[in-house]
């Protein structure tokens, strides 16, 4: 399957970033080039270093960015330091981390992240170590319950979590849709009528297969250490999990002062690091939803480090 990708808030991205063409940028997330055809065709001797863990997306992205200055490296964007290091880049101009699952992902139905198509259990981003399948067989009911609960925010978690377990007791569970029947019997009809009720359970295994707010934590500091001053870093999310890090890593960057307020001066010396671009996250317009269906839990968050 042709590896698609339509990028989400490509123009609000762009226009944040403020791209300078000598600059160096990095895209953390590069999956079918989207994004980063866009930042790379505005670079003249600048140079664009996209990062991926799926082997089919580094393929892919360095296909359609070989005409332009540009690395495409296989690994996790929480990795951005070492990747830097090793292609002797000492700062960068503007990153991207466009979170989530790429819309190749969800389409092949063969990876096994989308709970409309009967696939194998498996979520992994690299395509290596732990899947969805290891996960759901091998799991205790807390365990289960707590994953589902604490990634997917779903009120029904222990249900669900006690019905994977009585019919794993039966034969494994192998596939998407035999996870997906056990999580619609597992919640009231009207839940089941109101919307897919397999959406929260599904986002909340892959959060943990693939080990995303670990990832994304030490991602968000080393991306916005390796920042040049006046430099960029943009970041998409799609659910209010991931977003909430990102607000609070971005508010922690632009803290200045934490002495008490009752202490008469400054005595920690601490400055603001950064500056928010957007006050508020900017979000796809009705036009760009026309386009692309999957931008509607998109939001867009910038800051500039000072």
């Known amino acids: ?25 990095i895209d953390g997330t590069v999956g079918g080039a989207g994004h980063s055809s866009e930042i790379a065709k505005r670079l003249t001797t600048g140079m664009l270093v996209g990062i991926d ?34 292609l002797e880049i000492d700062g960068a101009d503007g990153i991207l981390m466009d979170l989530g699952v790429s819309s190749h992902q969800l389409d092949e139905a063969e990876r096994g992240f989308s709970y409309h198509n009967d696939a194998p259990l498996d979520m992994r981003m690299s395509q290596e170590g ?18 589902i609960f604490r990634y997917g925010e779903e009120k029904f978690a222990g249900r669900i979590a006690a019905n994977i377990v009585r019919e794993r007791e039966k034969a494994p ?31 909340a295994i892959r959060i943990a297969v693939n080990d995303e707010f670990a990832h994304l934590e030490k991602a968000l500091n080393d ?22 890090i990102v607000k609070q890593h971005f508010a922690e960057f632009c803290k200045g002062c934490t002495c008490p307020p009752d202490f008469p001066v400054c005595i920690c010396g601490n400055t ?16 760009e939803l026309e386009r692309n269906v999957r931008a509607r839990s998109a939001k867009l968050r910038i800051i500039e480090k000072l």
């Open 1 to 25: 399957m042709e590896f698609k990708h339509i990028p989400v808030l490509l123009d609000e991205v762009i226009e944040g970033l403020n791209i300078k063409p000598d600059g160096i940028y």
């Open 53 to 86: 863990r799926d082997p089919d997306a580094v393929v892919t992205a360095a296909e359609r960015l070989s005409a332009y200055n540009a690395r495409v490296v296989r690994g996790n964007y929480d990795e951005i330091k070492d990747i830097c290091r090793r």
């Open 130 to 147: 732990i899947s969805a399948k290891d996960i759901v067989n091998g799991f205790s009911q807390k365990e289960l319950s707590d994953i």
């Open 173 to 203: 569970i192998e596939t998407t849709l035999q996870l997906a029947d056990i999580i619609r019997m597992s919640v009231p009809a009207a839940k089941r009528r109101d919307k897919n009720p397999c959406k929260k359970t599904f986002q």
């Open 223 to 244: 991306a916005f250490d390796m920042l040049k001053t006046g430099g960029r870093l943009c970041v998409i999310t799609f659910h209010s999990l991931e977003d909430r």
């Open 272 to 287: 603001p690091r950064g500056r928010l671009v957007l006050r508020k996250p900017a979000e796809a317009s009705e036009e």
